[in-house]
């Protein structure tokens, strides 16, 4: 397995998760990373975007001043700080690892590898 996404599960609004992706170093070093979530019925949407050496990030306006990712270079690791959760959050979430080194690049087609999905269920 070369991404390995973990830390989803079952919570109530306004509670805080924290996602975790594991990586190979071969896709983690000097790319950019992603999480990007599918809700039912609903196409998959980039979440937010991390460049190589993790000061650069952007996020989707959904999710702005309540995410936060972040990477461990030495770890090999990507994650997710989900905070104030809304049922509107609630999907599979996914970690990718890009093709490039910017945080730019923010469409499927720029990712190169797909970890198995994680899921993320918001109660009201």
């Known amino acids: 397995v070369q991404l390995q996404a973990s830390g989803g599960g079952l919570v109530q609004a306004g509670d805080s998760l924290r996602l975790s992706c594991a990586a190979s170093?071969?896709?983690?070093?000097?790319?950019?990373m992603a999480w990007f979530r599918q809700a039912p019925g609903k196409e998959r949407e980039f979440v937010p975007t991390?460049?190589?050496?993790?000061?650069?990030?952007y996020y989707a306006d959904s999710v702005k001043g309540r995410f936060t990712i972040s990477r461990d270079n030495a770890e090999n690791t990507l994650y997710l700080q989900m905070d104030s959760l809304k049922p509107e959050d609630t999907a599979v979430y996914y970690c990718?690892?890009?093709?490039?080194?910017?945080?730019?690049?923010?469409?499927?087609?720029?990712?190169?590898?797909w970890g198995q999905g994680t899921q993320v269920t918001v109660s009201s």
């Open positions: 991390i460049n190589a050496s993790g000061v650069r990030k």
């Open positions: 170093g071969r896709l983690f070093r000097g790319k950019a």
């Open positions: 990718a690892a890009s093709r490039f080194s910017g945080a730019e690049y923010r469409r499927e087609t720029d990712f190169v590898s």
